[in-house]
């Protein structure tokens, strides 16, 4: 049976039976997505679940010489929310973090400030057999968190600017990215994520949208877990090692 709580370097993440437990696809995007810069940087967490890519952005924040930041979060399953709070409070940086526990669409809608980064891990199951179990389908199906209305949200939520920045599956992608180019996106930095060396296809794609930049995409980065041994490659030890106790 696994643990009840995911021990990291600076933070500990409490589980407790939670709709979506700390999985790759967070910790790779909180390490990964691109911190905004200014004095008072602003960061939200959209599907935030136990609130751990919120966690790695304050972490990642306190070590940079800005003057203060804010790190939010939403969550719509509210056993979720309560432990993402929890887990704030319990963090060095509890002042910075807050959690919404409601739908993102309404979030968007009567939110009156704006976030310099948005990241999201979102649910992206479209047509598949659903889980009996409503938390899980929350967390990992896109009936309540559909691209569209994450784009649309992200668009009205953003500063001049911010960045969208998002983890899919491979074969997701081109959709989220097709949606989000129709809302005047346009993807500034792309990470595929192959799970060992010597693969074909990536697993995941990661990528950040913007509205101001232009729309010329840059070279896509690639990203292996695992090597030819199945042992953790150099390039996953890096982008992970201020976060993984095993690094």
Request: glycine share 4%.
């Amino acid at each position: 049976m696994s643990n009840n709580y995911f021990r990291f370097k600076k933070f500990t993440v409490q589980q407790n039976d939670v709709s979506m437990r700390v999985n790759t696809d967070g910790v790779l995007l909180g390490a990964w997505f691109s911190l905004p810069e200014g004095p008072c940087p602003q960061v939200l967490d959209v599907g935030s679940g136990t609130g751990v890519i919120a966690l790695m952005a304050a972490q990642r924040l306190s070590e940079k010489p800005c003057t203060c930041f804010g790190c939010e979060a939403v969550e719509i399953d509210t056993q979720s929310c309560v432990q993402a709070r929890d887990n704030f409070f319990s963090s060095s940086w509890m002042k910075n973090l807050v959690v919404y526990n409601t739908d993102f669409q309404s979030f968007a809608r009567f939110a009156n400030h704006k976030y310099d980064a948005i990241v999201s891990n979102p649910p992206y199951f479209n047509n598949s057999l659903k889980n009996p179990s409503v938390t899980k389908r929350q967390a990992r199906h896109t009936d309540n968190l559909p691209y569209e209305d994450l784009v649309k949200g992200s668009k009205k939520l953003l500063s001049q600017n911010g960045r969208l920045s998002v983890i899919l599956p491979a074969e997701e992608f081109q959709v989220f990215k097709t949606i989000a180019e129709e809302h005047g996106f346009a993807a500034q930095r792309q990470c595929r994520v192959f799970s060992k060396e010597g693969d074909l296809k990536p697993i995941r794609i990661m990528a950040e949208f913007s509205i101001s930049a232009d729309k010329k995409t840059e070279a896509a980065e690639d990203l292996c877990i695992m090597n030819s041994n199945l042992e953790y490659t150099s390039g996953y030890k890096s982008i992970t090692k201020d976060f993984y106790l095993k690094f």
